[in-house]
């Protein structure tokens, strides 16, 4: 048990596994050397049985939980309202992994990494990675650790997404999965909105097709492509209810100008253009219907158990996207189960309402848990 | 009764008034000489009482009905669906007016305009119009064309916020409205995609804070901003069933991102970028509850006949927005009514379903009719 701080923990310091012999991307490109940065939390137990993955969103690192000093300013990690001591993926019983996957700007060889060959960042040559990238680098981390069968996968959004992908490129590597706001394709309504994202990022004439990498101002076009994303995640409840027509104190500036600027100035340091382009398009392009001609293909070697959550006010995954999923599974027979919670906070709920979540997350893989060990 | 053409007719070429001694903005500036364009449609009777103003919303000119010339491609004014010969505006009964408003680039003097004083462009330094100056352009040309009292002003989305405006400003001048698809302020969520549009114009290093003609190259920035405005316009519904998530013929293009290029496109060879962020400003600033205090204020000396439409799919003025006007009208006494139509067309709703809004016009304008000639 580690150092408790307040209502979190004091976490481990990121890992890293090196690819001496590269990763090598769906879409055919390999890169050399190739490190992939995770995180762990809590205890492994002897046989290996008590593991959970969890797969982060477009945003987040690896760091899904706690802190990594003492420091009150410091903001935990990016699921910590669910993942923790106590909490509803509680660390006391499970021991869960984090990868930060290919694309993002976290740790894992990004396209602000230094190419080898050029001794500059990879930039415009670094590969568009797919959802499937993802689900590899997280396989190769489980291989590393030895960790053959997880208790669960699970996520929200992207993370959502690449939970699903597990289902379909290696359902027997896991118990259950529990995926949020999600789906097994983004529905064209976010589709537009990150194909104007990109656009904008791409537009600005500072980005220059992603080698920008000398200029050290952040992207004005990256700031403005965030605040759209912004948009994508708040529900109108949550928009009228926090903003409203209101004004910033004395000023004519409307408070979510404000907003939008604050975040989108912070994004931009933090985050890197190339990367958002990358892991927005990833998610665009993964589509198990497409890919697999239905659904039911998709799924057709999944076993295990499955827990859906959506939201009503999310329009970026509404609930009949997890509805589609369900249907799927259960024509195959399997136990697939779809909570639709009501929250008035849109896509981001499954960040937010924890007071929600936590129950079930919680029951269901207390439930998959007693149900493996009755096993032979 | 001009020559008819198909379905529609031969209109008028645009009319000038010219005022030398300039516009005076309400925000202080004036510019002289200042030109304002417009078009009439049909004949003005003896007494000068079957008068209807039409107040046009962000993209389109005064060419509100008819085509300029016989020719089979030349598509008809922008809202040919509803004003014609034999229409829900008949142009058999009713005068119509169009006045291109201050701002917009089809005419009317405006920041692509040359100043004087400097034999360029305004650019940078045209005034940020008001929809009250909107407004007072109107009242200008109904001035100059003796018309005292209007049998109605119509307009949808910012023409109907104009309509809006007529009633708190010059509440005697007609005998009723039509509002469409609109509101006494555009709600948080067309105001923050409105601010996501200009910052995405404002950003284009090309922008040039506005002074950009010597450029001939039309700027990417207002193509995006484009394709966030058809998204606002757009309905989940329609999202769906006009694009999914199609690829364009044999490419991986996603349909609505080849339909986003095409019309961004389009649009920034027609519209001007000053244009854009200075007529959406506009829409946004507008808010008759925060400049009267109440609706109900803003309204207190209107004694005419009110006609709402409102659409259930269209989110930029959602039908809550019509019901607000509505409340404060009827607890002021006076006629006013609300439909609210079921339509998967969104915000665009009142620019398509002809078939729906036409019988509710014509009935509400015959009516207005009636009782005002059994007026002594």
């Known amino acids: 048990m580690p150092q408790l701080i307040g209502n979190t923990f004091l976490s481990n310091p990121p890992s890293q596994l090196v690819l001496e012999n590269g990763f090598h991307f769906v879409h055919g490109q390999t890169l050399a050397p190739f490190t992939i940065v995770y995180e762990t939390f809590g205890e492994l137990n002897a046989d290996k ?5 969890v797969c982060h969103a477009l945003s987040p690192s690896a760091h899904l939980a706690g802190k990594y000093t003492t420091d ?4 935990p990690g990016w699921w910590d309202g669910l993942v923790g001591y106590g909490k509803g993926i509680d660390l006391e019983k499970y021991f869960v992994v984090c990868v930060n996957f290919p694309g993002s700007p976290f740790g894992t ?3 602000a990494s230094v190419d080898p060959r050029s001794s500059r960042p990879y930039g415009s040559h670094y590969p568009w990675p797919a959802v499937e990238d993802m689900v590899h680098t997280q396989k190769l981390v489980l291989d590393h650790l030895g960790i053959d069968r997880l208790l669960a996968i699970a996520g929200g959004s992207l993370g959502g997404m690449q939970v699903l ?8 590597r896991a118990e259950s999965i529990i995926a949020m706001a999600s789906g097994a394709a983004v529905p064209v309504e976010g589709v537009a909105w990150h194909i104007i994202s990109r656009k904008i990022i791409e537009s600005d004439l500072r980005f220059r097709g992603g080698d920008y990498y000398d200029d050290p101002v952040p992207l004005r076009g990256l700031e403005v492509a965030r605040m759209v994303g912004h948009m994508t995640y708040l529900s109108t409840h949550a928009l009228q209810t926090k903003f409203g027509r209101r004004r910033r104190e004395t000023t004519r500036q409307f408070e979510i100008e404000s907003y939008f600027e604050h975040q989108g100035k912070k994004f931009a340091t933090l985050y890197d253009a190339n990367s958002y382009v990358r892991v927005q398009a990833a998610m665009d392009e993964m589509d ?4 697999y001609g239905t659904l039911q293909s998709a799924f057709r070697n999944w076993r295990g158990r499955t827990l859906l959550i959506s939201f009503d006010t999310d329009w970026l995954f509404p609930p009949e996207e997890s509805e589609n999923v369900i249907a799927a ?8 189960r779809h909570l639709r919670l009501f929250s008035n906070n849109g896509h981001d709920s499954f960040l ?6 936590t ?18």
């Open 49 to 53: 049985s008590n593991a959970i993955l």
């Open 352 to 357: 937010i309402d924890y007071d929600l979540i």
């Open 288 to 291: 198990l219907e497409e890919q």
């Open 72 to 75: 009150d300013d410091e903001k």
């Open 165 to 172: 992908m597990w289902c379909a490129c290696y359902p027997q």
């Open 329 to 336: 599974m259960r024509s195959l027979g399997t136990d697939a």
């Open 109 to 111: 060889t990004s396209p």
């Open 359 to 376: 129950p079930p997350v919680r029951e269901f893989l207390q439930s998959v848990d007693r149900t493996r060990k009755r096993q032979p």
